[in-house]
Nanobody, 120 residues
Framework: VRIVESGGGFVQPGESLTLSCAASGTILTIATVAWYRQAPGKQRELVASISRLGSTNYADDVKGRFTIRRDHARNTVNLRMNILKPEDTAVYYC???????????????WGQGTQVTVSS
């Protein structure tokens, strides 16, 4: 499965971005999908996830600011990021799999990611 992330960019603190995760086939529909991020010098971390049935989970530092949603018409999973902060700067990745795979970041491959930079 080839996953492609897009939508990153350079924004100022307080601004918003929407990231999009696309993949071939039905993986984004039938599996749990998660967004991760990796800042320079730090480990990759889970940001948000959405289950097949639509249940969502968020990291504490993005709750209330980020929203993960499925766009069934476009077969994508999007991450709406509001009130962005400099500490949100990272490369953002998405992936899909079982709940355990999401927690362990246990995937066959990763996409290229999309860079988000928040700076004044």
């Amino acid at each position: 499965v080839r996953i492609v992330e897009s939508g990153g960019g350079f924004v100022q603190p307080g601004e918003s971005l929407t990231l999009s995760c696309a993949a071939s086939g039905t993986i984004l529909t039938i599996a749990t999908v998660a967004w991760y991020r990796q800042a320079p010098g730090k480990q990759r971390e889970l940001v948000a996830s959405i289950s097949r049935l639509g249940s969502t989970n968020y990291a504490d530092d993005v709750k209330g600011r980020f929203t993960i949603r499925r766009d069934h018409a476009r077969n994508t999973v999007n991450l709406r990021m509001n009130i962005l902060k400099p500490e949100d700067t990272a490369v953002y990745y998405c992936n899909a799999g079982s709940t355990e795979a999401i927690k362990r970041m246990d995937f066959e491959s990763w996409g290229q990611g999309t860079q988000v930079t928040v700076s004044s």
